[in-house]
């Protein structure tokens, strides 16, 4: 087979982050392959999918693994992660069965980073490309890997992953030293257009405030905007669930525009490490502030490589809910700008894929 003629692509939706990391290697796959039949295995709704994904596709809605429970964006849930994971291992082979007969006329899978769906590609021969800058074996093992069974559940993961027929490895990653199949790759980046005047008048932002768009990623988490500084040469754009806070805050909803347009028109950002907001904002050049999660696996990683490439500057957790920023604000926007990294892993993992096929390799 030269070329695949069901794509079928299983995103983790533990976040915003892994669908927005694969979405730019798909539509990259999908111009060599255009009449391709794609399919989307997510618990993702099909509105968020389609706003990553270009083209038509068959939406399978369904959580295709338990990622990590969370309390919120910043802590992690280690109880509730090891009941997930103690769930779906409790009948490893018929959860293999169930993934197999997903997979029924598929001829490429691409998993950020299903481990049961690799697995479930293995066992039917059809060649399957795992893409991520992390992978749940290491992360479950750092919250749960002393725990009842943990080991085994471990080794299953790792084995899926490690029998992938390729791992990209998009920058910036965690290392995953183990993972022999791994190929290194550019940032995985959509970047949106610059419309940084319209965003202004939409917003009703004069030419001399900041707009600091504050998110956290895909995980609900409150943040205390009632402690945010007024009047202190920035508009914060939210995500406020419900009305925005009155005196220079706007809701990110009721903007309507899509996100990589977003990130592409404002002045800076204030986050998490997580593998989309820095990878974007790094291409983009965009100044960050950031508060760390601190037992994150990837997260020093993460740290490492914006510090390395962009403008970043850290900030305390008790400072994000006082609203205690804005002197790191002002350090940050003196910080000389760099040069920003290529967006170029959609272009280079596309290009890995299609000669995998092209040489015979699998397919």
């Not at 100044?287 to 999660?293: A, D, I, Q, S, T």
């Amino acid at each position: 087979m030269s070329c695949p003629q069901h794509i079928f692509v299983a995103v983790s939706d533990h976040g915003f982050g892994h669908l927005v990391q694969v979405a730019p290697l798909v539509n990259r796959v999908r111009q060599f392959w255009p009449r391709a039949r794609v399919t989307l295995y997510t618990g993702h709704s099909r509105a968020l999918v389609a706003s990553r994904i270009k083209g038509d596709f068959t939406h399978l809605q369904r959580s295709p693994d338990p990622g990590m429970a969370m309390h919120h964006a910043l802590d992690v849930d280690a109880d509730a992660s090891y009941l997930a994971y103690r769930e779906l291992f409790r009948d490893w082979p018929a959860t293999l069965d169930q993934e197999c007969e997903r997979l029924r006329g598929v001829d490429l899978v691409i998993a950020d980073i299903p481990f049961a769906t690799l697995a479930a590609a293995r066992r039917l021969g059809i060649p399957g490309v795992a893409v991520c800058s992390l992978n749940w074996a290491d992360i479950f093992e750092r919250y749960c890997g002393d725990r009842a069974d943990a080991r085994a559940w471990i080794e299953e993961m790792a084995a899926a992953y490690r029998q992938a027929d390729l791992f990209l490895q998009p920058a910036p990653s965690m290392p995953m030293g183990w993972l022999d199949n791994r190929l290194a790759i550019g940032p995985l980046v959509a970047m949106g257009r610059t419309r940084r005047e319209a965003l202004r008048v939409e917003l009703g932002v004069g030419a001399d405030a900041r707009i600091l768009l504050a998110s956290l990623g895909g995980i609900p988490t409150r943040m205390a905007f009632e402690h945010w500084p007024r009047g202190a040469g920035i508009h914060y754009l939210i995500r406020a669930g419900d009305e925005p806070p009155p005196g220079g805050f706007s809701d990110l909803g009721a903007l309507g525009w899509p996100f990589p347009d977003v990130m592409a028109s404002v002045d800076g950002l204030l986050t998490k490490p997580g593998y989309g907001m820095f990878s974007e904002a790094a291409c983009l050049g965009l100044p960050v502030l950031f508060v760390r999660r601190n037992d994150w696996p990837e997260e020093p990683h993460l740290v490492e490589w914006l510090l390395a490439h962009g403008r970043a500057r850290e900030i305390a957790r008790e400072n994000l809910d006082s609203g205690r920023f804005i002197e790191d604000w002002r350090v940050l926007l003196e910080m000389p700008a760099t040069t920003p990294p290529l967006a170029s892993g959609a272009e280079e993992g596309a290009a890995a894929i299609r000669d995998l096929f092209a040489k015979g390799i699998i397919g």
